[in-house]
């Protein structure tokens, strides 16, 4: 199988204008992940897909591959499945530009389910580990089945311990779990999806992966220790680069 790695990046973030270009260390955010991806033994390839001319200088300037889309698409899938033209792949992963700190291992473990020909489309689950993590509703849940396909996905706590009053208690009676924003699809797959409609759940969670699940497409779960450091806002900026000064992340 021929695996493509795409990392859509977006010049307008509304909370963190020109994310892609951010300095963290003494390199763009870009550059951190698109590396990051390229050290990933199961993926082939990696591009960078944006509708702006500065993200596209910086990626060929650090001697990445990189393709302009359209700035009018919806989403980081839709950029995406754009991105494919021209491209041979068998096994698409979708790795958004703002995770500076992705493991590899976790990028080539995705890949690996697909020798399951039944798995059409896969994303990391972590395991919740702290009562907070139940109610925010900047974090998805996710419910699955006993072969670790996805039931749900919810900003909402999902399953509700009905009988339990105190959260502290759920997490000793269910096993609790995070999504991690990261997709792996076939290449069919991923053009169906978005040639598909926004499904009623999808526009009521504002979860893109609602649209599969509608459509009747299976998402199988791939459950890591990993734990996502995305970078939305000024904030999550000064809190990587603090794990760079401090030498919490032993990378390059």
């Not at 734990?227 to 000024?234: A, F, H, N, R």
Request: proline share 5%; aromatic share 8%; charged share 25%.
């Amino acid at each position: 199988m021929k695996t493509l790695c795409v990392i859509p990046a977006r010049y307008a973030s509304t909370r963190l204008p020109g994310k892609p270009l951010a300095l963290i260390g003494k390199k763009t955010m870009i550059q951190w992940v698109y590396e990051r991806a390229s050290l990933a033994e199961r993926i082939d390839k990696v591009i960078v897909a944006t509708d702006n001319e500065k993200i596209k200088e910086t990626v060929e300037a650090f001697g990445g591959t990189v393709k302009m889309t359209s700035g009018d698409l919806a989403s980081g899938t839709d950029r995406t499945a754009a991105a494919l033209d021209g491209e041979e792949a068998d096994i698409i992963v979708n790795l958004q530009g703002d995770e500076p700190f992705i493991e590899p291992a976790l990028l080539s473990r995705m890949v690996q389910v697909f020798a399951n020909p039944e798995i059409e489309m896969a994303t990391p689950i972590k395991h919740i580990t702290h009562v907070n993590e139940l109610d925010n509703p900047n974090l998805v849940r996710v419910v699955r089945d006993k072969l670790n396909f996805a039931l749900y996905f919810s900003r909402s706590v999902i399953p509700f311990l009905r009988d339990i009053p105190d959260k502290q208690q759920w997490l000793e009676r269910h096993r609790f779990f995070k999504h991690i924003g990261i997709y792996a699809y076939r290449k069919k797959t991923l053009l169906q999806l978005t040639a598909l409609p926004q499904s009623s759940l999808e526009q009521s969670e504002r979860l893109e992966q609602l649209r599969a699940l509608e459509n009747g497409i299976k998402i199988y779960t791939v459950e890591t220790d990993y734990e996502s450091t995305g970078v939305d806002t000024p904030e999550d900026l000064e809190f990587v680069n603090k794990l760079i000064q401090n030498n919490k992340y032993n990378i390059d």
